[in-house]
């Protein structure tokens, strides 16, 4: 038995003769040409979602090294500290260049909390659970007690505190604190 050693057309799967990645009956009739440009429109396709891919995860990863903490994060007013009760709001929190969500309640007289939304784990909305008193995250379970501390779930830490200042009986919450 002998064994044919010759290279293949890429295309065709032809012998080809000399060292072509395509066979000369590929090239006459256009398929090479029609094949090549195929495969460099699916090769510029899977570059280009790549790109978009990391494009988000960079946000997310900017967001992460470099959160509105203090100095970054405008301070923004939310009204006035007596309309806040022990029970969590969730306020649009619009310092911080992109929208954020950041639940707030008022602990004890004059003490307020700030808490951002986003779960510790990947970044989820946490939901706040008034009847058992805990923030939940409907991604992968994790759980954080009213004061934010990690209870359950995947979540490596507790939610992210937000800067909280009173002046004037008005609450105003800044950047997010690492
Ligand atoms: S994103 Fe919240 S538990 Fe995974």
Redesign the pocket.
Known sequence: MTVDTRLRCSICGNPVDGDGEVCADCIADGRAERELGRRKFLRNSLIGAMGLFGVGYLGLALKNLFPASGPLGKLQNIGPINKFTNNYTLIDYTGAGFPDGVYVRQKSPGVIQAFDFH??????P?QWNSSLKEFQ??????VYNANGQHIA???PRGLWPHVVKIANGNVYIGGQID
């Open positions: 779960c510790a784990h990947l970044q989820c946490v995250c409907p991604c992968h379970g994790s779930g995947p979540a």
